[in-house]
T-cell receptor
Framework: KAGVTQTPRYLIKTRGQQVTLSCSPISGHRSVSWYQQTPGQGLQFLFEYFSETQRNKGNFPGRFSGRQFSNSRSEMNVSTLELGDSALYLC?????????????FGPGTRLTVT | AQSVTQLGSHVSVSEGALVLLRCNYSSSVPPYLFWYVQYPNQGLQLLLKYTSAATLVKGINGFEAEFKKSETSFHLTKPSAHMSDAAEYFCAVRRGGYNKLIFGAGTRLAVHP
């Protein structure tokens, strides 16, 4: 099976712009979660989507949003970018959100805001 | 609230030496615990997970971890370090029923000849 894929891998944006990141989960997985990784704050949970519904949300401002499509692919959007949004954004897929299903991570999208 | 503490942001060992990376968790209910490894410019790779089936969990690449409820610990060990083990390691706890992982700050492992 192919792993989790994320596009693009690298992105440079300017403050005030918006950005959309894409994640394709492992085939058959219905849960997609997003995480932000920065040197200062570490790995932080953004949100989780399961069957096109947001099930969980972390403590991020409303500028961060996401959605999931019927094929389980997910996108996250960040509007009005700030310098502090520079980070590695990781998505993870899981077969389900119940029981002990593990999450498999993609390679990440490195976002740089200038 | 659940949290994870990894003791030691940097650990350095000699090739062939024991690797011990420490992780303590706080949780009001039996947790699901995970260890992930991250190589430079890559995502996270699952090493092993604890889901209450057995207290000693074996993972990939020769790593294992022991769940000790009395100590609220889930330390990661490997008997003999290899140069390729140099990476950053993250311990994480998952709230039951939800796919939200809470990560520790990470431990960067260096392996020297």
């Amino acid at each position: 099976k192919a792993g989790v894929t994320q596009t693009p891998r690298y992105l440079i944006k300017t403050r005030g712009q918006q950005v959309t990141l894409s994640c394709s989960p492992i085939s058959g997985h219905r849960s997609v979660s997003w995480y932000q990784q920065t040197p200062g704050q570490g790995l932080q949970f953004l949100f989780e989507y399961f069957s096109e519904t947001q099930r969980n949300k972390g403590n991020f401002p409303g500028r961060f949003s996401g959605r999931q499509f019927s094929n389980s692919r997910s996108e996250m959007n960040v509007s009005t970018l700030e310098l502090g949004d520079s980070a590695l954004y990781l998505c993870a897929s899981s077969a389900d959100s119940t029981s002990s299903y593990e999450q498999y991570f993609g390679p990440g999208t490195r976002l740089t805001v200038t | 609230a659940q949290s994870v503490t990894q003791l030691g942001s940097h650990v350095s060992v000699s090739e062939g030496a024991l690797v011990l990376l420490r992780c303590n968790y706080s949780s009001s209910v039996p947790p699901y615990l995970f260890w992930y490894v991250q190589y430079p410019n890559q995502g996270l790779q699952l090493l092993l997970k604890y889901t209450s089936a057995a207290t000693l969990v074996k993972g990939i690449n020769g790593f294992e971890a022991e769940f000790k409820k009395s100590e609220t610990s889930f330390h990661l060990t490997k008997p003999s370090a290899h140069m390729s083990d140099a990476a950053e390691y993250f311990c994480a706890v998952r709230r039951g029923g939800y796919n939200k992982l809470i990560f520790g700050a990470g431990t960067r492992l260096a392996v020297h000849p």
